[in-house]
């Protein structure tokens, strides 16, 4: 097990430059650089600036330097010092704003992962051990409609719906009492019940993915040579159905969090702007559109890597719980 | 059909004459296509979808002729106008009609309020003259398919936007732009797919390695906050053309992953087949045995993925520009209609600014099921 750990951190590192190599990349594309912008902004504003302060900040980050050497200068400065650059929307260190934001949009992706996983579970098993019975028909096309709404459409309709039936607006992650407050029991309540729509809105098109994933893994087991000898036994039949075919359906699906969680991150962001959460979406649209680029690069990077060590732990878990995958 | 059965891998594929008659035949004297069709017919939902398919891409043809408006007429009097339900009977007679509307000022709120007038009958009917286009840049014409008989009196049957603009005119012409983002992203995509796929599969070894890591990479990072970095980098000045193909682009530089994994898994499994073997034994090419003999073979599977690819696109099209960092108005996609339905204000007060969204949603079903059946007729063999 340990040398199966071993190898997988260390196939991760690879990935996770190539990563910061693509947000860099991305950082690059708009024309012009952080200083061109940052006087374009302050002359639009009606100030100079002195282009001595503007050949010091060429300078400080490197911007004279040819693209390879700019990127060490970035991708140094984040791994040494924790330094993401400045935003110039904002006014002040990248670091400094999207430390909370990726906090909660990290809560919120695995609240909708483990709401996903919850549903999914038992509804997958109930259509596969039901084959073709009412219930089985009624999760199958309920999936199919969960997969076909994009995440935002069912944000608004669920936004419409309150606004028009309970007369609440349901945005936000806090009630504005706890917007600013220091963490509390009561916030974190709050935070919860703000979680709900968010999290129903996310979780759709992956539970309806894993439905369908698990009742044709658990299917698949079902008719297997060894169900039918525990049967013999007369094990009774649910508990034979969650002792054995259960168990080796759940193994794909484990493998599943490899593709759900960077789905569940790229919803998020969208969710979150039409929601309008304090997470890393609204802040990543607004700074792209302002050509906020350290801000925005920093949001990508971070997302991406939160992602890849998402995919690390759920292929750790999948080894821990099928010993096969190690010796592959 | 029976044209491509000579492209068919099996060795006993029969020439058209003899399957003329069909199953009588039987199943081991029937051409891959054949099979692949008899088998996509019993899967009835598919083929419902199939039909619905080609109903929307029909429509996106011929937007200019079904659409009652043109795309950008707008009629200030009737902003937010609620839709008018469709009447055919007026108590006597057959004549269709939709009910006008009153404009009332409501003195709390400080808003316009429509109120539907059974007095005023808007007399509609088909191949009535309206406002003028030009039908595939090619032939001016004024006719469209339904109006109202005055073109000055008010027709909205899916309701009006923010500018009086008839949402069903808009979401006709925006299925022309949505579609086809779908079918030429695809198109790269299938493009690059069956390029590096082919190649991964075919080669084997180190190439296929790397070319491995290189879609586990692209499948790792979340696509949306990728795509909208590349998104917001397109200059803000560029032609809208321009703009939609590097959107297409963007979308295909994620896309063609999974068309690639597909044409790995079908090269690596017939790379030892037997008819590859005896074709190679005959002095065929590396280039004319993977046109001719291997890539035929396994069409029907491309097409099924390529057609569960194509929703991806347009989900992911849509919500772009949604969010305004996709195509941008005056183009008229169904993402970009969504757009005006941003906020919570103009949904309350314009539920059918989701409209749309209900096109969106149609299709995506529409093109899932056909997939999946024509994914099940791939393998004819099975079962």
Do not use: C
Not at chain 1, 65 to 92: A, C, M, T
Not at chain 1, 288 to 300: N, P, S
Not at chain 2, 338 to 364: D, F, K, M
């Amino acid at each position: 097990m340990l040398t199966y750990v071993l190898k997988r951190v260390l196939f991760m590192i690879p990935t996770l430059i190539a990563v910061s190599i693509v947000a860099f990349v991305l950082i690059q594309l708009p024309p012009g650089d952080f200083v061109t912008t940052l006087a374009a902004q302050m002359s639009q504003m009606g100030d100079t600036i002195d282009p001595t302060t503007l050949a010091m900040l060429r300078e400080q980050y490197g911007l004279n330097e040819p693209v390879w050497k700019q990127y060490f200068i970035w991708i140094s400065n984040i791994l040494l010092h924790g330094d993401f650059g400045r935003s110039f929307d904002w006014g002040v260190p990248v670091s400094e704003l999207i430390w909370d934001r990726l906090g909660l949009t990290l809560v919120l992706s695995m609240t909708a992962l483990i709401f996903t996983w919850v549903v999914a579970l038992p509804i997958g098993i109930y259509s596969a051990v039901k084959k073709y019975s009412v219930g089985d028909y009624v999760a199958s096309f309920m999936a199919f409609i969960g997969l076909a709404i994009p995440n935002f459409l069912l944000a608004l309709i669920l936004m419409y719906l309150s606004y028009r039936f309970l007369g609440i607006s349901i945005d936000g992650l806090f009630s504005r009492e706890y917007a600013d407050a220091p963490w509390s029991w009561g916030k974190a309540l709050d935070l919860g019940q703000h979680l709900i729509v968010p999290v129903i809105v996310l979780g759709t098109s992956g539970t309806a993915a894993l439905v369908r994933i698990m009742r044709a893994n658990l299917l698949d087991e079902l008719y297997k040579p060894y169900v039918t000898t525990a049967r013999a036994k007369g094990l009774s039949e649910w508990r034979l159905i969650f002792r054995y075919p259960v168990r080796s359906a759940m193994n794909p699906f484990v493998s599943t969090i490899g593709w759900t969680l960077p789905e569940l991150v790229s919803g998020a962001t969208v969710t979150a702007i039409v929601l309008n959460l304090p997470t890393t979406g609204p802040l990543l649209l607004r700074s792209l559109i302002a050509q906020d680029v350290y801000l925005a690069g920093a949001m990508i990077l971070m997302l991406s890597v939160l992602t890849i060590i998402g995919t690390l732990i759920s292929d750790l878990l999948l080894a821990w719980l099928d010993p096969r995958v190690r010796y592959q | 059909m029976g044209q491509a059965t000579t492209t068919a891998p099996h060795p006993h594929a029969s020439p058209d004459k003899s399957v003329t008659d069909g199953r009588l035949q039987g199943l081991e004297r029937a051409g891959a296509w054949r099979l692949f069709w008899w088998k996509f017919k019993k899967h009835r939902l598919a083929v419902g979808s199939g039909i619905l398919i080609i109903l929307i891409y029909l429509i996106s043809m011929f937007a200019e002729f079904l659409a009652p408006y043109a795309p950008g007429d707008y009629g200030a009097r009737y902003t937010y106008a609620p839709p008018q339900g469709l009447h055919i009977w007026d108590g006597e007679n057959f004549s269709l009609h939709v009910l006008g509307y009153d404009v009332e000022f409501n003195p709390e709120s400080y808003e316009r309020e429509f109120i539907v007038d059974p007095e005023q009958k808007v007399p509609l009917g088909f191949f009535v003259k309206g406002s003028p286009y030009k039908m595939w840049g090619l032939f001016a014409s004024d006719i469209h398919f339904l109006g109202p008989l005055d073109p000055s009196q008010p027709m909205y049957l899916l309701g009006a936007d923010r500018l009086g603009r008839d949402m069903l005119s808009r979401i006709i012409y925006g299925t022309r732009v949505s579609m086809t983002v779908g079918l030429v992203g695809v198109s790269l995509s299938l493009f690059l797919g069956v390029l590096l796929g082919g190649i991964s599969g075919y080669f084997g070894g180190h190439i296929d390695n790397a070319i491995q890591r290189l879609i586990e990479f692209l499948l790792a990072i979340p696509t949306i906050p990728l795509w909208m970095g590349l998104a917001a980098a397109i200059p803000p000045t560029l032609p809208p053309l321009q703009v939609y193909f590097m959107i297409t682009i963007i979308l295909s530089l994620v896309g063609w992953t999974g068309l690639a994994r597909v044409v790995r898994g079908r090269f690596l499994a017939m790379r030892n087949e037997d008819f590859v073997t005896a074709a190679r034994l005959d002095g065929a090419g590396e280039v004319g045995l993977i046109l001719r003999h291997m890539l035929p073979s396994f069409s029907s599977h491309i097409i099924a993925a390529v057609t569960l690819a194509i929703p991806v696109m347009i989900l992911s099209e849509t919500a772009l520009s949604f969010l305004g960092i996709g195509l941008r108005p005056p183009v008229v996609s169904w993402g970009v209609l969504l757009q005006e339905a941003q906020n919570i204000r103009s949904v309350a007060t314009a539920p059918w600014l989701l409209t749309p969204g209900l096109a969106v949603v149609i299709t995506v079903l529409a093109l899932n099921f056909l997939g999946d059946g024509l994914r099940d007729a791939a393998d004819p063999y099975a079962d």
